[in-house]
Structure formats: C-alpha cells, structure tokens
C-alpha cells in the first residue's frame, strides 16, 4: 500500500457535466500521474505531475484537465463529460527507491450516461 | 503497431502448471521493465522489477528480458487458484518518473 486514495471510488454522471476525481497521497512523493483503463485498450496515460503546479499531457488527454495545488493531492476534471470517457480511472505515483517505479490507488470507476 | 504488444489471453492452466506470459515491444530505448499484477476491480500491483537485461527470481515469480530480441517474459511456477488475475507488462526509457507504456494485460485463470 503505497498510501494512495481515490475518491468517489464509483460515479455515476450525464454527458455535459462537469466531474472532479481526487487522488490524496500520504507520503509527499512528487510525481503524480493519471490513466484511465479500457477493454481492448489497457492502461493509458491522461495527464501527470512532476510537482507542485506542475503538469504535462499523455497520450489521452483531449477532454481532461488536471491541477496539483498541494503535493498530496492531484485531481482530474472532466470539464464536460462525454460517454466515451466512461472508464476506470487509476492514480500512480512514483516512489523513488529499490524498485524506482510507480504504485497505484484503487481506481474510480465513472459510468457518463 | 503499438508500442507494446501483450496477448490478451484468456489464458487458463490447471494448479501446479508452469505459466508463461510475454511481451513484445518496438521501442530499443527501453530499458525498465515491469509487471503488475491486478485483481478484478482492483488497481494493478507491482509483481516484478527488472532493469536491462537479465533474469530476476523473487519465489515462484522469474522475470526475463531480452532486449536483443525485444521481449520480455513472467514464468510462474508451480500456479496456485490465487495468481488468477490479469497480467500487465509495462515499460519506461527511464527511471521510474517517467511515464509507463503498458501491455493490454492478459488475463490468467488457474484452475484447481
């Protein structure tokens, strides 16, 4: 447990709402970052953190902004949710030592009617 | 074609049987490599570390890349009902602050 939380941890939303996910970590680790889950697709970067205020985009990220006021908190906003951002989302951070590698939350699960 | 390639499976084997699982990937840059291991509706943990090339044994679990071949492997031996999960293989350049490039996963069932 690499002291990450995700929260909600399921949502359901309608396509044109606004949608916030929070990743809270414990241990003030800098890089932050966030992928979203699909069937046929894998894991796939949204957005990440490599500090305070700090953010580049991945590979997914058109419709997803993200901001990082506080190193333990990273959040991912959909600013108008569509049906095709229907996904599981995961938190990672990246944790510097033996392994030199990133941990993950346990996921949100959005449903976007 | 992707940067990582992953057979998806499913993949189901009887108790005791030796599994093996692959990855292929295009990108010579890449030299730190990984699998995760995920429980259904659970997020993905880390099963194996391996920089470079070489094995790596960690109890029932031995990693292998072979970065002349471009392929990396996860053999798991003597499989319990417990490894059924799906199995990613992910992938970086660099350290581990940079971003991942993920397998699709393959997904294991261990039958007892």
């Known amino acids: 447990d690499a002291g990450i939380t995700q929260s909600p941890r399921h949502k359901v939303t309608e396509t044109g709402t606004p949608v916030t996910l929070r990743c809270h970590q414990t241990e003030n680790h800098r890089y932050m970052y966030w992928y979203r889950q699909d069937p046929g697709h894998g894991l796939r970067l949204i957005h990440y953190s490599y500090g305070v205020k700090d953010t580049d985009k991945g590979e997914v990220s058109d419709g997803y902004s993200v901001s990082r006021s506080k190193t333990e908190d990273f959040l991912l906003t959909l600013e108008s949710a569509t049906s095709s951002q229907t996904s599981v989302y995961f938190c990672?951070?990246?944790?510097?030592?033996?392994?030199?590698?990133?941990?993950f939350g346990p996921g949100t699960r959005l449903t976007v009617l | 074609q992707k940067e990582v390639e992953q057979d998806p499976g499913p993949l189901s084997v009887p108790e005791g049987a030796i599994v093996s699982l692959n990855c292929t990937y295009s990108n010579s840059a890449f030299q730190y490599f990984m699998w995760y291991r995920q429980y259904s509706r659970k997020g993905p943990e880390l099963l194996m570390y391996t920089y470079s090339s070489g094995n790596k044994e960690d109890g029932r679990f031995t990693a292998q890349v072979d970065k002349s071949s471009k392929y990396i492997s996860l053999f798991i031996r003597d499989s319990q009902p417990s490894d059924s999960a799906t199995y990613l293989c992910?992938?970086?350049?660099?350290?581990?602050?940079?971003?991942?490039?993920f397998g699709k996963g393959t997904r294991l069932s261990v039958i007892a």
């Open positions: 990672a951070i990246s944790v510097q030592g033996a392994t030199d590698t990133q941990y």
């Open positions: 992910a992938m970086s350049a660099n350290s581990g602050n940079t971003p991942l490039v």
